[in-house]
């Protein structure tokens, strides 16, 4: 089985700084996928950043990094220089064998503040 | 390149009515999987189509049902409708078929009176 926490119901970032989104995971497979999506007020689900768990340098997508730590089980998500825009719920994500189900966290709603 | 369609966007049914939901996938993807999405529940997988076969399958009941066609397009039933099925109903697509990386429609608002 597999599972996904995100400890953070709510964060809130000053426009232009920096905002960390954590979350931990479990899973029995060997072989995962990590993801960050994020669903802005308008609901659609877009794909932020994503991990695979045999790589060990972490991911990053312009202003978007993440921090793997596989022993610890763990993934977060750094945005730099956030932006207005940057307002949404982020969820984690993990998906593991031959298949796109994936697992999802209960969220982090971001606010950014101007 | 059209993004995931889903229609309709919006519904509204009554205790026991039955509700079909639509999703065009991006052309060219092969894999279609259906969420359930509720403030109380969050986010929970419904099943997963790939090239009309039904590889995996969430933890719902046996209400729950779904389909996928030659060309790619799926579409989720849901019968005898209960309060609790009041959701917003999300596909999504994948062009491969195993690494998770999904584009979703903008979902299927159900609401059951």
């Known amino acids: 089985a597999q599972t996904v926490t995100q400890s953070q119901p709510e964060m809130s970032v000053q426009e232009a700084e920096t905002v960390t989104l954590s979350c931990t995971y479990d899973t029995s497979e060997s072989d995962y996928y990590l993801f960050w999506y994020k669903q802005p007020p308008s609901r659609q689900m877009i794909l932020v950043i994503r991990?695979?768990?045999?790589?060990?340098q972490n991911a990053t997508e312009n202003r978007f990094s993440v921090n793997f730590q596989k022993a610890a089980k763990s993934f977060s998500l750094k945005i730099s220089d956030s932006q207005l825009g940057d307002a949404a719920m982020y969820f984690c994500?993990?998906?593991?064998?031959?298949?796109?189900?994936?697992?999802f966290g209960t969220g982090t709603l971001l606010a950014v503040q101007p | 390149k059209a993004g995931v369609t889903q229609t309709p966007r919006y519904l509204i049914k009554t205790r026991g009515q039955q509700v079909t939901l639509s999703c065009s996938p991006i052309?060219?993807?092969?894999?279609v999987s259906w969420y359930q999405q509720t403030p109380g529940q969050g986010l929970q997988f419904l099943f997963e189509y790939f090239s009309e076969t039904q590889r995996n399958k969430g933890n719902f009941p046996g209400r729950f049902s779904g389909r996928q066609f030659s060309n790619s397009r799926s579409e989720m039933n849901v019968s005898t409708l209960e309060l609790g099925d009041s959701a917003l109903y999300l596909c999504a697509s994948s062009l491969q078929g195993r690494t998770g990386e999904l584009f979703f429609g903008e979902g299927s608002r159900l609401t059951v009176l």
């Open positions: 994500a993990i998906s593991g064998g031959a298949t796109n189900k994936l697992i």
């Open positions: 991990q695979e768990a045999y790589k060990q």
């Open positions: 052309s060219g993807h092969r894999s």
